[in-house]
Each structure stands twice: as C-alpha cells, then as structure tokens.
C-alpha cells in the first residue's frame, strides 16, 4: 500500500507550517464572523428565541468558538 500523499500546499506559502497558519486565520476569522454576526445570518432561529435565550446561545458559541481557537493554539476566539 502506497503512503499517503501530503496535500498540503507550499505555494505561494515558503512553508507547510505557513500554509497551516493561513488556513488557521482564515478559519478563525469565519468564527469571528459567525460569532459577531450570527442573529443577522440566522435571524429566522434568532427571531425565534427571546433576548436571554440569544444571550445564553451566544455564550454557548463563544465557548464552543474558544474551544476550536484552542486547537489553533490561541488563547481565545475573537469576535468580528
């Protein structure tokens, strides 16, 4: 059995390790995004819960968003 091909991609990065961190950024920053703009994207479940519900969800996506950032080696996710 073949080994398995690296894809991960070098150009226009000087390194794996650089790509890596790009594509970490990059994610981070749809978090942010997610996390900053989540009633206007999803105002159909947004219309749906009450001012302390939101709040409580929005705590939930903070948590679950630091989590992830975590895996990326930040400290904390930001918001947007």
């Known amino acids: ?37 989540w009633t206007e994207q999803h105002a159909d479940l947004a219309e749906q819960m009450t001012e302390a519900e939101q709040d409580e969800f929005r705590a939930l996506l903070q948590q679950e968003a630091d989590r992830l950032a975590k895996v990326f080696g930040f400290q904390k996710a930001w918001t947007a």
């Open 1 to 37: 059995m073949a080994a398995a091909q690296d894809l991960t991609p070098t150009f226009p990065f000087p390194s794996k390790r650089a790509a890596r961190q790009e594509a970490q950024d990059i994610l981070m920053h749809g978090v942010s995004v997610a996390l900053g703009y």
